[in-house]
């Protein structure tokens, strides 16, 4: 026997909608887009395909959407979604330019990207990267530099990227002056000439950046500061506090996906995969960069560095012409902060504002750095 189902007044459908998100690619950067569509009572099968997922319980992790395509629920258990997979899928990856050098009396390890010709009579260019990402953000810039007939040399700093990363109390306890004394190591083994120019972004370890150069003015022609605490206003990040937490410090430094996340949560833009995997790698390796940089965020003092940054750097004694080129999309750094700094020695600072750049303006726009730095080192 057949029963026939009741048929219901047109009043009573309504058609399911979904979210779609899609990626618009606009000279290498990638901006999400959120589009609401309807599903078609023809194309049933599309509805199933499309339809909206159960409950994810990794669904914390999962919201970025650069990290989906590396942390997710996998289908098939013994083909996708284990570390091992995704190590062995992003390995190699990152590595342009780089090379390795061991410095100091601990002998530590740095990973150097270098371009150009240390010969070159235009100098060398010091690109200095902040917490938590790498050099690999200044591959572009340095790439394009060099053809511009400058010496280019990015390293990652001990404990960040793919240099070497020791357990703290055992050659090397993240200080200021340990992060200070290695670069003059670094620069040392490989025979810089100085002066050099300068570049330097971002927070913690690019604060200290600054804080060598006033400590090293001589070794320094020029400087171009890119997005990086420079007033005593300047805010915290909100991961930087949370690293200082005991117990949830530990917990949080973990995250495979810590620097992506923070990149992207100061940028208009996403990553693209293959960015984000280069950004992740240190950290889904082992659990060394994590812990180093928890002990960086718990040994910096923040109100005293950005004082000594805000004062030194706008004080008559400091004579060398700086370079402020600001990605006015900052989500982690205000304009405000540029601008405030600028106002402490204005015949001395000049302020070139990026549209449409974020936190990493080398990242986000490197075009527009390129032209920047060329104009200001020429």
Known sequence: MVLAAPLLPSSSLSLPTRTTQVLVDFSNRTTATTIRTASTAQNPKDDDDDATPGFNP????????????????????????????????????????????VAGRERLRWFVRETGSPDTRRGTILFLHGAPTQSFSYRVVMSQMSDSGFHCL????????????????????????????????????????????????GFL???????????????????????????????VPGLLKQLRIPLFGEFTCQNAIIAERFIEAGSPYVLKSEKADVYRLPYLRSGGPGFALLEAARKINFNNVLSEVASGLTSKS???????????????????????????????????????????????????????LRQFFY
């Open 58 to 101: 990794f669904g914390f992790v999962t919201d970025n959407p650069s990290s989906r395509a590396a942390i997710q629920l996998p289908q098939v258990p013994a083909e996708d979604g284990n570390v091992g997979q995704m190590l062995y899928r992003i390995e190699d990856k990152g590595r342009e330019f780089g090379k390795y050098v």
């Open 154 to 201: 990015a390293p990652d700093w001990i404990g960040f990227g793919f240099s070497d990363m020791p357990q703290p109390g055992y050659g090397f306890d993240y200080t200021e002056k340990e992060f200070h004394e290695a670069l003059d190591d670094l620069l040392e083994e490989m025979k810089v000439k100085t002066p050099v120019f300068l570049v330097v972004q």
């Open 205 to 235: 370890v690019g604060s200290y950046g600054l804080t060598w150069a006033l400590k090293n003015a001589s070794k320094i022609s020029k400087l171009a500061i890119l997005n990086t605490p420079l007033t005593v206003s300047s805010p």
């Open 318 to 372: 400091w004579d060398k012409p700086i370079l402020v080129a600001w990605g006015m999309a900052d989500k982690h750094l205000p304009q405000s902060v540029a601008e405030e700094f600028r106002k402490g020695n204005p015949g001395n600072i000049k302020l070139k504002l990026i549209e449409g750049a974020g936190h990493m303006p080398q990242e986000d726009w490197p075009e527009k750095i390129i032209e920047a």
